[in-house]
């Protein structure tokens, strides 16, 4: 290992480079001399007044925060101390400002997927890359035991109606969070799915826009550092593996593999290179030459080492690695897989409970399934639906073929299916998003390891639409009849309607930004599958079959993922529970099941959150008679923004009161 300086690293200076001469010879802006003359993240007043105008930034005041820019250039701003900035603000809303750039102030890779200092022109939090350093996460953890100290000296009685809601999320994140103070270390720092190297991928090819000279100067000070962020890695999973929390042994395995290909890949390919090439094509500077060659030199002498000596870690970490097991393995590995069940369904709900819940959908929709294929003439009556299932994904005439054309035919279609959920199913909507959800081909480079799609989150200022991810490397992972649930699921009226509303919400920032109650955001995701279910969307029985597919699977989920982490399940006992019951493949069951082992509870929020929310609407159906109309059944739901399913619960009872009255 390397260690390094616990504290934060000062970006490079570039022009110490070969970009020197042309770089220094250049014009520089306003917001370019402030990204050289202030430090964004040192304890000092200017930085304070930057950080106030990125609040009214977020808070579309951007005139005002270029205003106070422009002062801290002249060294005329004020002297006071921003009212957020105090131990306790006065106001509530004020204390709800503290809380969002408590959760920025140290995240300069978050601002860049952000965009919202990019938006009023300034750029520093781009030179940097975030602090893994132990000191850092010690004093976030105290800085939250702070901020619940001070949120519960605020009467509930006092507030309006939308503060108390607030006010209730914000208590239930920072109860939880302090709450699990003993397992704050037990997330896997380094996994297949997420982590340190996909983070530090889509900061440098997605979050981190380049247009101008001082982007291109920030990208390099951001490779610079990727040596910093790996070895601060190190120490951390060093400390973990202290306390006996270790990745299971595939989780490093592919880790290392990954920086195998990082380092061995001739510079002209290397993913960062290429980025910043693509982009001074796209962007001519008349500095390009030299910015090429400095991130020659950097990539070559800083980031290839730095991915060859995190190989060589994982390679010796591998050693003591001895198993794929649950979190049940890890010290308090019952208390955190509880913990983490909470986290993530937002219930008291066992992991017994969950388990037999699982195993009761299971059996339901295998019914439901059933009787499609007797509808069709197709159902073996001695077959399980899993087999039955597989027999299907046998056929060659539900796949694309693996070639550009293909690839090209694939994104056409999911586009026409999106046209055609906004005729068919934008009318059960009054509020919907401004802009519509973006289809694009994932980047070759983060293909693997990468789910079938996703979705991506627009910037908070509308200057990046919400973009529906489609990884195409191998089609026939992706069978067509899949396409339309999946569709529903990740982009309209799923994830990109409920994030998108969420951002037009007079809500606190921090709300506006919050993805992270997963049952709120997944439930909704997979109850738009099942909309469109019930609404006829879906074009054929095949179709029907794919939805059906996809919500058996994440049954399946509330089943294979307490079996991991609570009943001891072995890999290849998730494995085969997972192909027998969904007739996925065995290479798709795998990667999936590899999920669940590194996400310890994050798969059972899917379903969990659809059974609240369509029991919910049931109710409300029930209660309302005549009166229920589903638009405004998604108005409280969706202009609530993402809570846990007891406040979305209260939500909804207030309603049927409200209606009702």
Known sequence: MNPISAQFQSPVNISEGPAIKTIESSQESLHDQLLRSTQLFSNNHQRLRIWEALLLAAHNKKEEAKSILEAVHDHREPQDIPSWNQAQPTDIEVFFDKLFIHDVWRNPQKLSLLGLFESIGFKDHNAHLNDYSLSFFDDNFEEKKKLLGSIINYDPETLTPDQKISYQVFLWQLNHAVAGEKFQFHKYLVNQMWGILQEITMTLTMSHKLEELSDFENYICRLDQISIQLRQTEDLMEYQRKKGIIPPRFAIQKTAEQCKKMWEAPIDTNIFYTYLESSLDKNPIREKEAILEEAKHVVENGVRNAYHYFYEYCMELLETANANDGVWALPYGDEYYAHALAEHTTTDMSANEIHELGLQEVQRLEGEIRAILAKENILVDDKEIGEQIHELSKREDIYYPNTDEGRKKCLEDFEFILE???????????????????????????????????????????????????????????????????????????????????????????????????????????????????????????????????????????????????????????IRYMTSITGTSHTSAETEIERYFVMPGQACAYKIGQLKILELRQRAKEMLGDKFKIQEFHNVVLNLGAVPLTILEEAVDLYIQRVNS
Not at 444 to 456: D, H, I, R, T, V
Not at 472 to 494: F, I, K, N, S, W
Not at 535 to 540: L, R, V
Request: contains cysteine; aromatic residues 12%; charged residues 25%.
């Open 420 to 574: 055609k959920a906004r005729e068919k199913l934008w009318p059960l909507f009054d509020t919907k998003p401004k802009l519509p959800v973006q289809v694009k081909q994932l980047p070759k480079e983060l293909e693997q390891g990468s789910p079938l799609a996703f979705y991506l989150l627009p910037s908070l200022d509308g200057s990046r639409e919400g973009i529906f991810y489609v990884n195409t490397c191998d089609l026939r992972q992706l069978p067509m009849y899949e396409m339309e649930t999946l569709a529903m699921h990740e982009a309209e009226p799923g994830h990109h309607f409920q994030v998108a509303i969420q951002y037009g919400l007079e809500i606190p920032v921090l709300r506006k930004l919050s993805t992270g109650f997963t049952a709120y955001v997944e439930g909704w995701a997979l109850y738009a599958e099942k909309l469109a279910y019930e609404e006829g969307f879906y074009s054929s029985s095949l179709d029907k079959i794919g939805h059906l597919k996809f919500d058996l699977w994440r049954a399946a989920r509330l089943v294979v993922d307490t079996g991991i982490h609570h009943k001891g399940w072995t890999k290849d006992q998730a």
